[in-house]
């Protein structure tokens, strides 16, 4: 029986290692099969992600090529309409240039910076219309904006505008005479403007950002920088609420420093001057409104103060 046992034994332990090489082989002859299909998945999956890409690339190359075509194109056809109006403008305040440019980089921006604010603070105030309040960022703040709260900062706004930034402007005039005359006869290219605005935007953005980061500083943040941030849940109009030393530092001066380094045309300061109040308003509006840059993020670091 112990023969019959060890014999039986002996067979089992044949075809298990049998049946164990052949597993063995078998996995082995796999390995390479599977390794292969995954390298052929990782490069199809880098293949396709680079088409896309490079199509998406091309598309919006051709696209920008096609909308700056056109802008120059309407620019160059329209071009001696408006060389033609600015003449007239230049004829008519002959000799009072610098009236004329205080119109172009103050007035003129300060009007849009209201009609956009206006717009806002209809929406602020009463809650409609709807299909732009269902975008406020804070549900259940400034509905409605407390009115006590917001005459002072209008009223801190417009000290702001006609006490420090009108009489900066008038300032600016004779640096820019003495750099190259800002309301000269002749205008500005459209190429030439876009170099422009993209040197106006990298500076004040430099600028904007390590004057506002310093203005975190504890030292500054509580004599300057905490009025600013007394709106926990801000609305456009609170963009110029600031401390003076603010308005003057981290406001005025990083959106000067373009125009005066490049010796800018009036009718560059003056689209230049009014984009960066149009853009400002909206990173303060508290809407994330459709097709417009999104100003959560400043939305959140006024709600938690962030850099404190």
Same mark, same amino acid.
């Given at each position: 029986m112990p023969i019959i046992l060890a014999t039986w034994e002996a067979k089992i332990r044949r075809i298990a290692g049998l049946k164990t090489v052949q597993m063995t082989g078998d996995v082995g002859s796999m390995l390479p099969t599977e390794k292969s299909k995954q390298e052929g998945h990782i490069w199809g999956s880098?293949?396709?992600?680079a088409f896309i890409l490079g199509s998406g690339l091309l598309l919006l190359v051709a696209f920008w090529n096609s909308v700056t075509w056109h802008l120059q194109r309407f620019w160059g056809a329209s071009g001696y309409f408006w060389q033609a109006q600015w003449e007239r403008l230049l004829s008519t305040f002959e000799g009072k240039e610098w009236i004329l440019f205080i119109i172009g980089a103050a007035q003129v921006p300060g009007l849009l910076f209201w009609a956009f604010?206006?717009?806002l603070?209809?929406?602020d105030i009463t809650g409609k219309p709807s299909f732009i309040s269902r975008y406020r960022i804070? @549900?259940?703040k400034n509905e409605p904006v407390d009115p006590v709260k917001l005459r002072?900062?209008?009223h801190t706004v417009l000290f702001n505008q006609y006490m420090i930034s009108l009489p900066m402007v008038v300032f600016l005039y004779p640096f820019l005479k003495w750099l190259g005359d800002p309301c000269r006869q002749e205008l500005p290219t459209f190429h030439w403007f876009l170099l422009e605005l993209a040197i106006f935007t990298l500076m004040e953005e430099v600028l904007f950002y390590y004057s506002h980061r310093l203005l975190h500083h504890p030292t500054f943040y509580k004599k300057i920088h905490k009025k600013h941030h007394e709106w926990t849940a801000p609305i456009? @109009?609170?963009s110029l609420y600031a401390h003076p030393i603010e308005h003057v530092a981290s406001n005025m001066l990083p959106v000067i420093v373009g125009p005066l380094v490049m010796g800018s045309h009036l009718s560059s300061i003056t689209m230049w001057f009014s984009l960066?109040?149009?853009i400002t308003t909206i990173s303060h509006c508290g809407y994330?409104?459709?097709?417009l840059p999104s100003p959560e993020f400043h939305d959140y670091h006024h709600l938690k103060n962030v850099w404190k």
């Open positions: 880098m293949r396709r992600t604010n206006g717009l603070l209809v929406v804070q @549900v259940g002072q900062a209008i456009g @109009v609170i960066a109040l149009i994330h409104l459709p097709f």
